[in-house]
């Protein structure tokens, strides 16, 4: 299996993360694809209509995405640890809900102050998008003491959110407001799986 | 059960579709919501921290969320009809996460163009949405044939596609490109369960 990914996204890191957690890593190899949502990639489109980031790339020449998608495959061919089933799926589910919609806010924002040409900035909307991270982590700090020693779907979303602000967001200072979250990431930096998918441009 | 939704909303439609094919909708109160990516709704954070809708309000107090989360358990909750399970689960999370990605570039597209104030868009962004939402729209056409008689997760998503783009991007005219999706949306358009949920503002 290829799997296109990038190393800034946090999205990508999920799937990476999955891979090394699951320890498929070594029958995936990683292609670094630049992406960018006002130049298409067009070896990317062809491979993801929706030109994005990550796209698993079977051996069959089909093709999966989005990283919820993949991650729940690479899970199930694996045995299935990382997806609980039974009554613990669904708050397992919406912690990961949880962590992909704060990366969406990060992630549009950024295209906002980084990418966007500065006079066609909107603060109400940067605002906006600011509530939605401000919410999640507060929920997610919540969430976190039923997290334990387990590190499922939904703590590898976590893993990937407080990375993705520490890179990109860090006046955001999350640990200042969060000191439950700062204790468990430390512990969760420890893991081979998060220290080889450190964010980098 | 409750469910906060809204008449407009595509991801919110999935749900709404959902609770009727799975005969749910009796048992959900479905409860009109309005959102803002710029004037949060104070009630809606307090259930869900992302401050999006869909959300279902549980009766033990806690809510589920997102869309793929909500159809998901729903659907379990009524025997697991909609979300296949074994080798034919992966292309029907993709035919779902591909139409989750359109509505996503058409929801964007929308803000961009009736939220955003007139001097703050930006036409590269536009552009950019536009090239996601005619590549997955191609794709989808590929995949119809594939539908079969079944409605699944993944056909439930292409109608909330079809129909959030009639209702929002007329001008789009997916039909005149797509005769396949055109013919296959007419008869789907026959379902009870699609015919309740029609868009409106």
Redesign the interface.
């Known amino acids: 299996m290829r799997v296109r990914v990038n190393a800034a996204s946090p999205f990508a890191r999920k799937v990476r993360i999955v891979a090394r957690e699951t320890g498929l890593a070594e029958r995936i190899e990683e292609i670094e694809t630049t992406v960018?949502?006002?130049?298409?990639n067009k070896e990317l489109?062809g491979a993801n209509?929706?030109?994005?980031i990550p796209a698993l790339l079977l051996d069959d020449g089909t093709?999966?995405?989005?990283s919820?998608?993949i991650c729940?495959?690479l899970d199930a061919a694996a045995g299935g640890r990382l997806f609980s089933q039974g009554e613990a799926r669904?708050p397992a589910?919406?912690l990961q809900?949880?962590c992909?919609?704060?990366l969406d806010?990060a992630v549009l924002t950024r295209?906002e102050v980084a990418v966007?040409?500065e006079?066609?900035?909107?603060n109400?909307?940067i605002?906006?998008?600011r509530?939605?991270i401000d919410?999640?982590l507060?929920?997610l700090d919540e969430a976190q003491p039923g997290f334990g020693a387990s590190f499922g779907i939904g703590q590898i979303g976590a893993a990937c959110v407080l990375g993705y602000l520490d890179f990109r967001f860090p006046e955001i200072d999350w640990r200042a407001r969060h000191p439950r979250l700062k204790d468990w990431f430390a512990q969760v930096l420890a893991r081979p799986s998060v220290r080889d998918t450190t964010p980098r441009a």
Do not use: C, H, M, N
């Not at 093709?63 to 989005?66: A, G, K, Q, W």
């Open positions: 960018s949502p006002i130049a298409p489109a209509p929706l030109v994005k093709t999966l995405y989005d919820r998608v729940e495959y669904w589910l919406r809900a949880l992909d919609g704060i806010a295209y966007r040409p006079a066609s900035r909107w109400e909307w605002a906006g998008q509530l939605k919410g999640g507060s929920a």
